[in-house]
């Protein structure tokens, strides 16, 4: 028990202050989640919309998300990570306002659309600015507490927005964008003067001295391996984000749980990465290499989706809650490390933009196919299918980061 707590507290000891005021800016904005997890079941029991019409619906946010990376890796690079993630913090408050009055496929696909544009420019600005201000020893942790602090933030915005469902769908949209803005509000108060760490140019010398991960500063669409390992991460992805699309749609269709239950087991994923991301980070990042991590998370995420079909009852899809949050604490943070360590200073806000593009991406398809395959074929099928997806996808990983030699780099 002593060994443990003592890795625990290891694992969080050495992050920077901006690490960690970056961290609460997150949990502040990420405890506002409220509309995006229920947004397919609203549509659903609130405006009536078919299956396919809520997948197309979904699938704009994606479409959106898409925009909204390669306009904030282009701008993160032109005008500064701040100003970029100031400006995506403010104007996604009028628009979660907004988006209560539209009622049809069409108004709501545009407004959820807009939305996207606007709220994905943050994400490579965000990525850049936890290198920016993390100790150069810490990066990989710095990632995994902003994740952390995100998926605290998703176990309150949920179980929050599943009782505030049950009273007005409405309140959803006026609850995040109230997070939206305190967030907006702390990060500039805390960051509108604050200056990077001193060492963090030294230490991206550092990594490209490695003679195995140098990488020449150019385009990331010209880095053939880091375009074939964004392109898995993206099916990685594309997979997984059906946690915020099929899987809600799963759990009220075939087991008729109320918008109250489904928070919770939303909820229940949030914690269970808030509470073993940062441990198991520090444990696997000593013991194992970036590739036996990538592989062994893919193919815990396919196992996840697996158990669906093995067993029947609320205990089961608690376990696979659990297996595919394992698969995320793994695979993800890794993404973002691989994407930092393969680009240089100057590029860093372009591979990191293709970072983005990758989830970005996987909110288009994930639920457009997804709702489809449902659809016409069933959940099981769904599930079936998409094991042997993540089975291929590691496969891939394990070949491509073998060449990219990823196991040396820390």
Known sequence: MKEFLRLYLEAYRGLSTPAWMLALVMLINRSGAMVIPFLGIYMINHLSFSLEDTGTVLSCFGVGAVAGSFAGGWLTDKVGHFKVQL?????????FFLLPELNTVVKLAVGVFILSVISETFR?????????YS???NIIRSFSLNRMAMNLGFSI????????????????FYGNAIAAFCSAILFF???????????AEGAKAAVHEDPISAVPAKSPYKDLLFMLFSLLCSIFTICFLQLLSTLPLYYREVYQMSEGNIGIILAFSGMVVFLLEMLLVHIAEKRFTPRDIMVMGTLLCGFSFLILNLAHGIWVLYMAMFVLCLAEILAMPFMATVTLQRSTLQTRGAYMGVNALCTSAAHVFSPFLGT???AMYGFNTLWWGTAAVLLLTAIGF?????????NTIK
Do not use: H, W
């Open 87 to 95: 400006f995506s913090l403010i104007f996604t408050v009028p628009m």
């Open 124 to 132: 490579p600005a965000n990525s850049v600015s936890i290198a920016y």
């Open 135 to 137: 100790k150069p020893d």
């Open 157 to 172: 915005g949920p179980a929050l927005g599943g009782f505030l469902a049950a009273i007005s769908y409405t309140f959803l």
């Open 189 to 199: 108060i805390y960051f509108r003067n604050r200056k990077g760490n001193e060492q």
């Open 372 to 374: 489809r395959i449902a």
């Open 398 to 406: 394990f070949c491509v980061m073998k060449r990219m030699k990823l």
